[in-house]
């Protein structure tokens, strides 16, 4: 974390600033204070642990200085290059490799950079700061301007000590956060503070920020022919190789799903049998895979049952996020990442590989919905929603099993999934939406969706992204969409909250830019067949895999949110009283009972959106009313 500014911040501000980001660096802290600069890290020593890897780090000529938070993988490649130009090293860091490339490549040096990094270099002597963050996202970089200052930090909670608590929440992240669980948007939830965008970089000089992007993934349409699964085995290969340099142990979260297990054997084959650790959810079919694999690479396997009384969590989860993030996965996440970090210090995980070989169910919707559409033709088309909400429930679970739980609002849904099929935009959002614009425009007050401009903000904020008409191209655009935004603001971002709140560090192999860029090129086709999807992947990974997890489908990773719901009912009936809405002035308190009800009285559909809502005011209950202190527990009953 970093503050450039005219007066010194007193001490005790920095201090609680630091401990805040503790929990991310319990290893080491450090401070530099020069003319104008702050610079803090709280360290998490993987790589050369002696006190010479602290950070801040100033090169040897005292003009830069450097704070880093994550790994540059192939640092050693780099120093070796460095050193044949006569550079000198004082470290086994990759942090001191990052400030000599930077020192002596200038900005190019992020391209050399395979690994996941959010860094600022302070120039002393031109009295300027370089910032960056890798490709992906995948390490965070939080900042703001506040009177002329400029601040940054990997969490935000570690910016809230240096400047005033805000009155109310940014309202265009929240309604945002509440159609998505997430927030994709460049502002966060607090107004006034940013993220940097991945694949970005800038200076910061003379009062102003100037931002530019170093890195694009390959464009829609751009395909290499023919698609070999020897190659993409060679590039995960040697991307687990250069994410395996530790100075401590590594372990990996292995669900028994290809991508994983794909892992898993890329691992044993360099290191020899690896700590695997397994968070275990009734009906989660790819779990059934462990016994084979264990018998295939010899892993030493823990397995955690996460049950209800895990929502207990949710709270401290809230706490540890400060960004709107609800994703439900963040509580066995949560749990397992506590019981990995009593064995490793480093673990694997296989976030990636659905974004870059097309896993995902709402790709290959996408896909055969288009492909059927093309069938009937658009005058059928057009029809189809109506006949679909005159199906009686009895009938459509014979086609569908959640026909009638989902209730009328859920059969609706589909029928504005097929309404929307002739733009990839909007079917893409009414495919991933957790709610719908309408729906939230109902749920929020109505002066502050004339604010915001709730009806479009989500469609205007994708429509860049869908270029092509519906097709393979549109899938590709999808799948590009979310490598470049639900991939960082919910999945990285849950990867490394979740795992840094226990001082465990998060590599992901599959998001090695040689892999990505590779696989990015794959036809559609070499991927997304009628029953299989990530078919590349399974290719390269079969040589490797017992066949029952090459050849298992994707299973996805359902979480029992209403049992959660039910064991959070204390923050549920405290935080969604309807005098309380009403005194907050957000949302619409009579909405907020009605679906309430509907939830309690069996209606499925209202599960997801209130987990949403209760998250938010979970959060503003943190934030905002107590300043970001840490809950301990549920409300007096």
Not at 33 to 54: C, F, N, T, V, Y
Not at 287 to 302: D, E, H
Not at 608 to 637: D, K, S
């Amino acid at each position: 974390m970093g503050r450039i500014a005219a007066e010194p911040l007193p001490p005790e501000k920095w201090r609680r600033a630091l401990a805040a980001l503790r929990h991310r660096g319990p290893d080491d802290e450090g401070l530099f204070s020069g003319d104008g600069i702050e610079l803090a890290h709280a360290r998490l020593a993987i790589l050369d642990p002696s006190a010479q890897g602290r950070q801040p780090l100033t090169d040897p000529t005292g003009r830069y200085t450097i704070v880093h938070n994550g790994e540059v993988y192939n640092y050693l490649e780099i120093r070796e290059r460095l050193r044949r130009d006569g550079i000198a090293f004082r470290t086994n860091t990759d942090t001191e490799v990052v400030l000599q490339a930077f020192i002596h490549r200038g900005e190019d040096c992020l391209a050399e950079f395979n690994g996941m990094f959010a860094f600022a270099i302070w120039d002393g002597r031109e009295r300027r700061l370089f910032l960056a963050r890798d490709r992906f996202g995948i390490k965070p970089f939080y900042y703001c301007v506040a009177r002329g200052d400029f601040l940054f930090a990997s969490e935000i909670k570690a910016l809230l000590p240096l400047e005033p608590p805000p009155a109310r929440p940014n309202l265009a992240a929240l309604a945002y956060f509440l159609q998505f669980r997430h927030n994709d948007l460049p502002e966060t939830i607090f107004p006034g503070i940013f993220k940097l965008p991945p694949a970005h970089r800038g200076w910061w000089a003379d009062g102003q920020l100037r931002l530019t992007v170093w890195w694009t993934p390959p464009a829609a349409g751009d395909t290499v022919e023919p698609t070999r699964p020897e190659e993409i085995r060679e590039l995960l290969l040697d991307s687990v190789r250069l994410r395996l340099r530790s100075d401590f142990p590594v372990g990996l979260f292995l669900s028994g799903g290809v991508d994983s297990a794909g892992l898993l054997a890329a691992m044993t084959h360099h290191a020899g049998p690896i700590r695997t650790f397994t968070a275990e959810l009734p009906d989660l079919r790819a779990a059934r895979n462990l016994p084979a694999l264990r018998n295939r690479f010899g892993n030493s396997s823990q397995t955690i049952v996460v049950g209800p009384e895990a929502a207990a969590d949710w709270p401290r989860i809230v706490w540890h996020y400060d960004e709107l993030c609800a994703d439900p996965t963040s509580l066995p996440l949560f749990r397992l990442a506590k019981r990995a970090r009593e064995q490793v210090k480093v673990i694997f995980s296989g976030e990636g590989a659905d974004e870059i070989f097309a896993g995902y169910e709402r790709a290959a919707i996408l896909q055969w919905a288009w492909k059927a559409a093309r069938v009937i033709g658009p005058r059928a088309l057009r029809v189809l929603p109506a006949v679909l909400r005159r199906i009686p429930p009895h009938l459509g679970d014979r086609f569908f099993r959640y026909f009638s739980i989902l209730g009328p609002e859920g059969l609706d849904r589909l029928a504005r999934f097929l309404a929307a099929l002739d733009s990839p935009g909007r079917a893409y959002l009414a495919v991933q939406a957790v709610l719908l614009a309408d729906e939230a425009t109902g749920l929020l007050l109505p002066e502050h969706v004339r604010e915001i401009g709730l009806e479009r903000l989500a469609e205007d904020f994708a429509a860049p992204w869908f270029a092509h008409a519906p097709g393979p191209d549109a899938v590709a655009d999808l799948l590009r969409f979310e490598l470049a935004n639900r991939l960082p603001t919910d999945l990285l971002l849950k990867c490394d909250a979740m795992t840094m709140a226990h001082g465990l560090e998060c590599r992901v192999p599959y998001l090695d830019y040689r892999l990505v860029e590779r696989a990015l090129r794959i036809p559609l086709a070499d991927n997304l067949g009628m029953r299989t999807n990530k078919k590349v992947l399974r290719a390269a990974t079969a040589p490797w895999l017992p066949p029952a997890v090459s050849g298992t489908a994707k299973e996805n990773f359902f979480v029992p949110i209403h049992q959660w719901l039910e064991a959070l009912r204390p923050w549920m009936n405290e935080l969604l009283a309807e005098d309380k809405l009403r005194a907050e002035g957000i949302f619409e308190p009579r909405r907020v009972r009605q679906w309430v009800e509907q939830y309690r009285a069996g209606n499925l559909y209202r599960a997801r959106p209130l987990w949403n809502l209760l998250h938010f005011q979970l959060w503003r209950h943190i934030y905002l009313e107590r300043h970001g202190e840490m809950p301990a527990g549920a409300p007096p009953a």
